[in-house]
């Protein structure tokens, strides 16, 4: 493989000042499995989980420049349950990080729900733990709607809801079915744009994981009218939707950071997980105006987010989980519950060569010994 080296990026930043992002990055992150967890599902995940390598992935973004996504899909959060969950909210709260965290608010916490106010009382209670944690609470979508076939006044009816029992800033989540198929039918017809507009004031942006670059064009335009900001969750066209079409148009508060409103989305992604090193100078350079560097620094970066995302995407954490074995993040390559099983052994030699050329993998001879001691059964 041909290993591409980022030492020439660093050293031409080093030698210019170091203004302001111009776009909020926050990573989301996965949790990292023990060695001994088993196989068979002998442990919870809090038991599974190896948390001191889990928040050692949350640092090393943190030194990088990313706020953490926590709790939220790539952490395999319909997996993992409330228990688990909480415990990397309160953890990731604890670590002080420099570039703060948000974190997904569900009701995961309940076996079985019974109507709509039992939801809405779990989500604000999981909110009002992040906010004392220090994070910021993103709504996570509600699967419990779209298996009751909710409709339109229904989904403004639960978030509004919400919205009224917390304090801002809040975002909202919409999550494809191609992450989470039971989220077919999720914000039908009006109701995403009628619930972005019940509170603004307080639900500050939003996170569109809709892998439709044109979609979020679209709504990030309509928001922006209410001062509210875009994250994109689009691992497949992050490259143009963060860039944009032109420069910021204002600054906003949000929460106390300020952003930037404009023809251009920030941005909340799964992908960062692997891609952390060069899209973090990628993003320096864009706050520099040079939009050649970080082409070329984030466009092979996006190459490689198509490949660990492609159909059935829900199984893209196998590849971040691999990558970041690969980079000596961690000591295996395992997810919880053996989720890393949804890809093959080609996607993730692939993913390994895509990585490479993209400058994702650091120690290029860790990386060789690591593909070379799997390579016999390929």
């Known amino acids: ?83 688990a969950a909480r415990r990397l909210i309160e ?51 509600v699967p419990w709607l779209t298996r009751q076939g909710a409709d339109e006044e229904a989904f403004v009816e639960t978030y509004a809801a919400i919205f009224e029992a917390l304090e801002g800033p809040l975002y909202v989540h919409w999550l494809g079915e191609m992450f989470l198929p039971e989220l077919a039918g999720n914000f039908p017809g009006a109701s995403f744009e009628r619930v972005m507009a019940l509170a603004p004031e307080k639900v500050r942006g939003t996170k569109l994981s809709l892998l439709d670059a044109e979609r979020e064009r679209t709504l990030r335009r309509a928001l922006a009218a209410n001062d509210q900001v875009v994250f994109t969750g689009d691992d497949l066209h992050f490259c143009d939707l963060i860039r944009g079409e032109g420069p910021a148009e204002r600054t906003v508060d949000v929460g106390g950071r300020e952003l930037s409103i404009g023809p251009f989305s920030h941005a909340l992604l799964g992908v960062f997980d692997a891609i952390a090193g060069p899209a973090s100078l990628a993003l320096r350079f864009l706050a520099r105006g040079d939009e050649r560097r970080y082409e070329e620094l984030m466009r092979p970066c996006e190459e490689l987010g198509r490949w660990l995302f492609r159909a059935p995407t829900m199984h893209y954490k196998a590849g971040l989980a691999f990558l970041s074995w690969l980079n000596g993040l961690q000591d295996n390559p395992r997810l919880f519950a053996c989720e890393e099983r949804g890809r093959d052994r080609e996607h993730l030699f692939e993913a390994a060569r895509l990585a490479a050329a993209a400058g994702c993998l650091e120690d290029p001879d860790l990386a060789n010994q690591r593909l070379a001691s799997i390579a016999g059964g390929r």
Do not use: K
């Open 91 to 141: 953890t990731t709260g604890a670590l002080d990080l420099g570039c703060g965290f948000i974190a997904g608010a569900g009701y995961d916490q309940l076996d079985t729900v019974a109507d709509r106010d039992e939801v809405v009382a779990a989500v604000v209670e999981q909110a009002r733990i992040i906010q004392a944690a220090g994070g910021e609470a993103m709504i996570l979508s």
């Open 1 to 83: 493989m041909e290993f591409r080296r980022l030492d020439a990026f660093r050293e031409e930043l080093e030698d210019r000042e170091s203004p302001a992002p111009v776009r909020r990055a926050a990573a989301a992150l996965r949790v990292v499995v023990r060695d001994d967890a088993g196989e068979g599902g002998e442990l919870s995940a809090v038991e599974a989980i190896d948390w001191d390598a889990t928040a050692a992935l949350r640092r090393r973004a943190d030194r990088l420049g990313f706020a953490i996504a926590e709790a939220m899909d790539t952490a395999q959060r319909f997996r993992i349950g409330w228990p």
